[in-house]
């Protein structure tokens, strides 16, 4: 079983910049990414990479405006996040055990507690 710790998210402006990271411990050999969940709706995925960060995957409504990488020497993965916009304002999950064709969690990953984003208008 892999454990997951989030970085603390925050509170921040439209069009401004935002890196959250996720430490992973245990099992780490894995395809990660992160999802999102905003209020009333369901959680989303939102980027995903593959161990060797050779292969990555991005929800079509932050292509070109997130970027997810890895440090596998620091069992670590990051999402970068910029021009953000008021529709980004979510609890972001890291997660372990991704599909990234199918952009989800196969059956055993883990997921980390979450962390708030806010992007005010």
């Known amino acids: 079983q892999v454990q997951l710790v989030e970085s603390a998210g925050g509170l921040v402006q439209a069009g401004d910049s935002l890196r959250l990271s996720c430490a992973a411990s245990?099992?780490?050999?894995?395809?990660m990414g992160w999802f999102r969940q905003a209020p009333g709706k369901e959680r989303e995925f939102v980027a995903g990479?593959?161990?060797?960060?050779?292969?990555?995957a991005y929800a079509d409504s932050v292509k070109g405006r997130f970027t997810i990488s890895r440090d596998n020497a620091k069992n670590t993965i990051y999402l970068e996040m910029n021009s953000l916009k008021a529709e980004d304002t979510a609890v972001y999950y890291c997660?372990?055990?991704?599909?990234?064709?199918?952009?989800?969690?196969?059956?055993?990953?883990?997921w980390g507690q979450g962390t708030q984003v806010t992007v005010s208008s």
């Open positions: 990479i593959s161990w060797t960060g050779s292969n990555t």
């Open positions: 997660a372990a055990r991704l599909d990234l064709l199918r952009h989800t969690v196969v059956l055993g990953g883990s």
């Open positions: 245990g099992r780490t050999f894995s395809t």
